[in-house]
């Protein structure tokens, strides 16, 4: 069974560019979660979506960061405008309630933004 | 403020030996102890999790010890090898919450 998948795994872009990372959770589970993980914060919790409703933004970090979940395959999260304290490692989790604590993450995406 | 404080940072052990990481949490709706293993260039992924209403979890080589009292908990790696060099996570949840706090990481390195 396939797990998470994000892509891409490795975005380069210019301050200022928009940017958006993409994430398909583990057929079946209805939570998801995004994380950003850096050496100075370690993983932070960005935001959570049950069955597609966003649950919990309070992580985002300002309003150039916004997250969306469309249907129950698939999510993005966007970054607009991007800048360079934004390089970060960005993980989407997924799991399934009521185990919402035990979760899958992807391989992330590493976002460098110059 | 981090909610669960792990150490040490980093470790070097030789191949065969034991890995121990500590990780110690306040808040006592905590009741769910996962660890996470991450390789370089990958994802956390679920290593072994344990409740408050046992004391030890094994699972291989992999242990996890709790101390409900003391409010702590450790991953012991037993026979350490060098596939085990990684980044290991400790975190807590409370069973009606959704969110992990995580520990900072502790980066193991086991020499061959």
């Known amino acids: 069974d396939a797990g998470v998948i994000q892509s891409p795994r490795h975005e380069v872009t210019e301050m200022g560019q928009e940017v958006t990372l993409r994430c398909k959770p583990i057929s079946g589970h209805n939570s998801l979660f995004w994380y950003r993980q850096t050496m100075m914060r370690g993983l932070e919790l960005l935001i959570y979506f049950n069955n597609n409703v966003p649950i919990d933004d309070s992580g985002m970090p300002e309003d150039r960061f916004s997250a969306k979940m469309p249907n129950a395959s698939f999510s993005t999260l966007k970054i607009q405008p991007s800048e360079p304290r934004d390089s970060a490692v960005y993980f989407c989790?997924?799991?399934?309630?009521?185990?919402?604590?035990?979760?899958?993450f992807g391989p992330g995406t590493r976002l460098t933004v110059t | 403020q981090q909610q669960v404080k792990q150490s040490p940072q980093s470790l070097i052990v030789q191949k065969g030996g034991i890995s121990i990481i500590n990780c110690a949490y306040e808040n006592t709706a905590f009741d769910y102890f996962p660890w996470y293993q991450q390789f370089p260039g990958k994802g956390p992924a679920l290593l072994i999790a344990i409740r408050p209403d046992v004391s030890e979890k094994k699972e291989g080589r992999f242990t996890i010890s709790f101390n409900k009292s003391a409010k702590q908990f450790s991953l012991h790696i037993m026979d350490s090898q060098p596939g085990d060099s990684a980044t290991y996570f400790c975190?807590?949840?409370?069973?009606?919450?959704?969110?992990?706090?995580f520990g900072a990481g502790t980066t193991v390195t086991v020499r061959a």
């Open positions: 975190a807590a949840s409370g069973s009606n919450d959704y969110k992990l706090s």
């Open positions: 989790a997924s799991s399934l309630f009521p185990r919402r604590w035990q979760q899958y």
